[in-house]
């Protein structure tokens, strides 16, 4: 008698598409890693030094009309060309330097009559915007201006101031002047101030 033989059954159709789509599966790739590539580096321009402004030199003058009195009770006159003296004997007449901040005086001449037998004085001065300045802050220059100089018939004369304070430096916060004391006139005796020229660089 012929035995009975069990019939495999074949897989559901399913089951086989499963297995084939895993066999399929692709196996995982490799990452490889990318080494940074650095940045590009962009070359840095030097800097752009321009050339310091050149230091220039000026000359200003000023007429005797821009000097005034220190005090109303002296007054003062007009000599025409010989220029302005107090009328009080023994006055001062003084003026502005107006010059400006950073400007480096290098000479002041002084221009005036002196047919006395007594000297003038020239004194540069300034003073602080706000505070009382000492004496060796407030004084720059001091020079004397001899008597019986010049040249007849007019004794005309002229004296150079060439030593300041602080190298001639003009500095912030300070207001320049200049006095030129002992004018006046006695008689025929003149002591006037005819003006001055300022050499200075910027």
Known sequence: MAKNV?????????????????????????????????AKTIPQKAPVTLPLPATKKYVQFFDSSFFFPT?????????????????????TLQAPILLPVGAKIKTITIYYKNTSDAEMQANIV????DHWASTE???????????????????FAATVINHFANA??????????IMISNCGS??????????MRIEYTY
Request: net charge positive.
């Open 6 to 38: 069990k019939k495999k059954t074949a897989a559901p159709k399913k089951v086989i598409a499963q297995k084939k789509a895993v066999l399929k599966k692709a196996a995982p790739k490799k990452v490889v890693s990318k080494k940074a590539v650095p």
């Open 71 to 91: 005090s109303t009770t002296e007054g003062y006159a007009d000599d025409f060309q010989a220029g302005r003296y107090t009328t009080t004997d023994e006055g």
């Open 126 to 129: 300034r003073k602080s915007i």
């Open 137 to 155: 802050e407030y004084l720059v220059s001091y020079e004397g201006l001899p008597a019986g100089t010049g040249i007849a018939p007019d004794y």
């Open 168 to 177: 001639g430096k003009i500095a912030d916060k300070y207001l320049y002047y």
């Open 186 to 195: 006695v008689g025929e005796t003149r002591k006037n101030v005819r003006g």
